[in-house]
């Protein structure tokens, strides 16, 4: 999509994908850009993590994406192939919930430790956004353009 | 515990101890034992831009372990960002990184273009390249200023600062402002240049390219930053690639990785520019390459400043409101720290339904444990200032 190549991947084989990614030699995935997850649940899904990597010998990319259970989501860790892997699975485990099996320290890294809830799930309220619809726009002119 | 047996054998000793100097020789049993010691670094901590704690497990001088804590900035952006239109969107985006504000926008920018197939004019592509290129000089003049502050040495920051004055003052004719632009538009600039631009550039260039010998002499032959930096945080680049750390962190270990001549976005496709790249990637490579990536930076803008087409500054026939169709897109530039990803999903609704910023020191923090591992105490400092990070950048 957009010049990066998109990968869907079952759960149980996520972990085997990214091992060939990273590997082989014509693939050569040996870059982590990010990981991340999208909250599907409104639009009926489930939660889905979101690996991008990209390959610094070959120039290349690719997406590679896993489908977790809406209610209790799981998913296998990288961060022993990329360690970079790391910290970004730890963002995505606080904000989203997404337990991340095997991975070596999860704990919280951006949010306060006593901080209750996962921030990026779509059920999380903002709450300044609910006491004021939108702040900074004149009265009326929403309606008129509507 | 480790450190309670330590403790207990200490106590036993403390009769040899208050012996000492009477005369009897000492019989250690195994050798001289030290006692592992935490140490709490920052969050306030003038090396670290901001507020970045660093957690340090040493061992005498030597650091055994260094946990960075961060998250004392983060100012959940990114769930902001899916509740406001794509402009509301830019004046977020701007913000995570304060001292590459415009370079921030453009990658924004240029994700909802991409997914929305606006085609950009030719003038305002060629003025958004050197806008960006002119904001990473700001950015790199203000750590080649600051860095050597944080080695002890005073006077470089005033020079860095000069050039940065007359920079700010260039960029801020055009757009307005000082720090925060908000220059960019979906579909091309705000405004275009003000009259006399390009005059005035070019005595700028002219002036930051002769003052940059100057501190290059300075700063870089001085016989303490080598003392200080030479070997210090040497980074392998195996382990910058794993690490995903990009811009001068990844290219001074040797590996160049840069987006604007990978995937060349705007005009850097039409532009000539090397890509810098340190051999030993320690901190002294860190700070070359910064220094290179300047030079590289007053290049691109004089091709910008020669090719200049007139024509419009913005795309005709914008939609009134934009609105972000159904599907992704991922859009990575190259920031003054770093590489600088957007991956935008969208749901047809005037706000991105996610929005991920990949930013770079947020990999590029990741790997500090790495870099202080066995480093002494007094090279922390050189150690975190070298790797260049906003902590804006870091929490989002």
């Known amino acids: 999509m957009h010049g990066h190549a998109v990968v869907r991947v079952a759960p149980a084989r996520y972990v085997e994908a990214a091992t060939l990614l990273r590997d082989d030699s014509d693939l050569a995935f040996d870059y982590i850009e990010f990981l991340t997850a999208v909250d599907w649940r409104p639009k009926g899904g489930g939660f889905e993590v979101v690996l991008h990597v990209a390959s610094t010998v070959h120039n290349h990319h690719c997406r590679l994406k896993v489908d977790c259970d809406a209610g209790a989501p799981h998913c296998p860790t990288v961060s022993h192939l990329w360690p970079g892997a790391n910290w970004h699975e730890r963002e995505t485990w606080e904000l989203f919930g997404i337990v991340f099996d095997g991975h070596p320290h999860l704990v919280k890294l951006v949010l306060p430790e006593q901080f209750e809830g996962h921030p990026l799930r779509k059920d999380f309220v903002l709450m300044s956004r609910v006491a004021k619809p939108w702040p900074g726009a004149a009265e009326g002119e929403e309606e008129e353009e509507e | 515990m480790d450190t309670e047996r330590e403790r207990a054998l200490f106590s036993s000793q403390s009769e040899a101890w208050m012996l000492r100097g009477g005369g009897i020789d000492l019989v250690v049993d195994d050798g001289l034992r030290t006692e592992e010691m935490l140490l709490n670094i920052g969050p306030q901590h003038p090396s670290t831009h901001g507020v970045l704690r660093v957690v340090l497990e040493l061992d005498g001088e030597r650091i055994v372990r260094a946990e960075p804590v961060i998250g004392y900035m983060h100012r959940a952006a990114e769930k902001l960002a899916e509740f406001r239109d794509p402009l509301q969107v830019m004046v977020l985006m701007n913000r995570h990184d304060w001292i590459s504000a415009f370079n921030n ?91 006399g631009f390009v005059r005035q550039s070019r005595e700028v260039l002219a002036w930051v390219r002769a003052k940059m010998g100057e501190f290059e002499d ?179």
């Open chain 2, 218 to 396: 300075l700063v870089m032959g001085n016989e303490i930053i080598h003392a200080r930096t030479r070997n210090v945080g040497v980074l392998p680049p195996g382990v910058a690639v794993a690490y995903g750390c990009s811009g001068p962190v990844l290219q001074a270990s040797g590996v160049p990785m840069d987006p604007r001549r990978d995937e060349p976005y705007l005009k850097y496709g039409e532009v000539e520019f090397d890509v810098p790249v340190g051999t030993n990637g320690d901190s002294y490579d860190r700070l070359w390459v910064l220094v290179q990536r300047i030079y590289e930076s007053c290049r691109i803008i004089e091709q910008c400043l020669d090719k200049l087409p007139p024509g419009p500054f913005v795309a005709p026939k914008l939609p009134k409101k934009i609105k972000i169709p159904a599907g992704e897109v991922y859009v990575r530039t190259e920031n003054p720290l770093g590489l600088m990803g957007y991956y935008v999903v969208g749901d047809g609704g005037e706000a991105p339904y996610r929005l991920k910023m990949r930013t770079a020191s947020f990999s590029n923090v990741s790997v500090i444990p790495e870099l202080l591992r066995g480093a002494l105490v007094p090279d922390l400092v050189s150690v975190l200032g070298s790797v260049f990070f906003v902590v804006g950048d870091v929490d989002r």
């Open chain 2, 105 to 195: 926008e453009i990658g924004w920018v240029l994700a909802v273009e991409t997914m929305l197939g606006i085609e950009v004019p030719e003038r305002a592509q060629w003025i958004r390249t050197m806008l960006a290129e002119w904001n990473r000089i700001l950015n790199h003049l203000m750590f080649c200023g600051s860095y050597p502050l944080e080695l002890g040495a005073m006077t470089p920051v005033f020079y860095a600062f000069r050039e940065r004055e007359m920079i700010q003052a260039l960029l801020e004719s055009t757009t307005g402002a000082r720090m925060h632009h908000s220059f960019a538009r979906i579909g091309g600039l705000k405004d275009d240049l003000p009259r």
